[in-house]
């Protein structure tokens, strides 16, 4: 790059914030690390969530992203992740929210198996609870004149059920959430959401109420307290399949010990006849709450802050070591790449198979042979930090599928084929 071209280029600021760190990309936008900083010293991390660039000349993108960020800002409760501002920064538009030092749940149960530690069903209860409680105030929001904004979460998933280290519970992302007033309406039957978690009115496309998300939740807390995932299937329609017509198998058929009271919450909740369900998720909470406060153990939320600090205590001192660096270093995030076109590539010409890093946790492209020396590197050395590299070959067909599919959920390649690998042996 030319000097000129590097004093042309926006430095690593974003407007009134600096990029850290990317932390994911998604379908729809980019996840940063950021640092906001103010008068006499004032500085505040959060969570930059930009629309990747390619789309911001997509009007439609772009509504759909300010609905977004405008039904979350509304939304003001401790177990709701906080939307803090909404912007744009030449073509790039943004919303700023709540950074949460802790893990999502997606990463909890595996991170507690991987160490030989049982997940206690009382902590999956609890933390049910709290998603409740932030669902119920979610649902029953209105805006500033009384109306119902009448808010479907719709995405009710382990990855999107956050659990900070003082053991507060957070639900993020109404990123695809349905409100009456939204300017950009979802499609009629256009399906959203991660399929296994889906309640069966979604997946015929009916009109979602409520309900729904309470249906989702039950299938999350069912996987959280026997081990297995409730619906699964060959395909993207076998899956649906299980849900709408597949039979719900009490979850003492998986373990003997789960309480019978637990047990009929679960049940009540995965009713397919959404009539028959809790109607609110106070209902469910009430009784959730009630069961442990029955109970011989009782957890608080200092309790599920001792568990998850036992569980990431190795990560959390790496992550506090990089917020501080972050500090009085500049950004770390390469201004070049932040700001840079992200156009869709041309058809790429076929070549031999390509390897899918199985065990890497970024996004994953294809090799040149002039990289093949430094990428080596990289893998022994993620080897050498305990984690055991699968290498995949794939040709250009089934990566594209893998990428469609990988892009449609918000994760990277090496992820997607991560959690397919390991639905199918954990069910062989």
């Known amino acids: 790059m030319s000097a000129a071209t590097a004093a042309s280029r926006p430095s690593a600021d974003f407007g009134r914030y600096t990029l850290l760190d990317r932390l994911a990309v998604g379908g729809m936008a980019e996840i940063f690390l950021a640092r906001q900083a103010g008068l006499e010293g004032f500085e505040k991390n959060v969570v930059i969530k930009r629309i990747r660039p390619h789309l911001s000349q997509r009007q439609a993108f772009v509504r759909m992203f300010l609905n977004e960020a405008k039904l979350a800002a509304q939304l003001t409760h401790p177990n709701v992740v906080q939307i803090y501002d909404l912007g744009k920064v030449a073509d790039s538009y943004y919303i700023a929210m709540e950074y949460i030092f802790g893990r999502d749940m997606r990463r909890v149960i595996p991170k507690a198996e991987a160490l030989g530690i049982p997940f206690p069903m009382v902590y999956a209860l609890k933390i049910a609870s709290s998603v409740l409680e932030g669902l119920f105030y979610a649902h029953q929001k209105t805006d500033l004149y009384g109306a119902p904004l009448a808010i479907v979460h719709r995405d009710i998933t382990p990855e999107n059920i956050f659990v900070s280290f003082d053991g507060t519970v957070k639900v993020l992302d109404f990123g695809i959430a349905k409100a009456s007033n939204q300017l950009e309406h979802t499609q009629n039957g256009e399906i959203k959401g991660k399929l296994s978690y889906m309640s069966p009115e979604q997946c015929l496309g009916k009109p979602l109420d409520n309900r729904s998300d309470i249906f989702s939740l039950g299938v999350v807390l069912y996987e959280w307290i026997t081990g297995f995932r409730l619906f699964t299937g060959d395909s993207e329609v076998g899956i649906l399949r ?52 029955d109970y011989e153990f009782t957890p608080s939320s200092i309790h599920l802050s001792n568990f998850l600090k036992q569980l990431f205590l ?29 156009d869709h590539a041309p058809p790429r010409p076929k070549r031999a198979p390509r390897v899918a890093d199985a065990a890497s946790t970024g996004d994953w492209e294809a090799q040149d042979d002039d990289e093949a020396t430094d990428a080596g590197t990289q893998l022994q050395e993620r080897t050498q930090r305990s984690q055991r590299i699968l290498p995949i070959a794939l040709d250009d067909d089934a990566h594209d599928k893998l990428e469609a599919i990988a892009a449609r959920e918000g994760v990277s390649v090496p992820a997607l084929a991560r959690e397919i690998l390991g639905d199918w042996l954990k069910y062989r």
């Open 314 to 342: 190795d990560e959390m001192e790496d992550e506090i070591t990089r917020l501080q660096a972050g500090r009085s270093a500049e950004a770390w995030v390469d201004p070049e790449e932040v700001f840079a076109v992200d």
């Open 242 to 293: 299980s849900i709408t017509d597949g039979k719900i198998y009490a979850p003492s058929y998986f373990r003997s010990d789960i309480p019978e009271e637990v047990e009929r919450i679960l049940m009540r909740a995965l009713e397919k006849d959404r009539d028959k369900r809790y109607q609110t998720a106070w209902e469910m909470q009430y009784d959730i709450d009630r069961f442990l406060a």
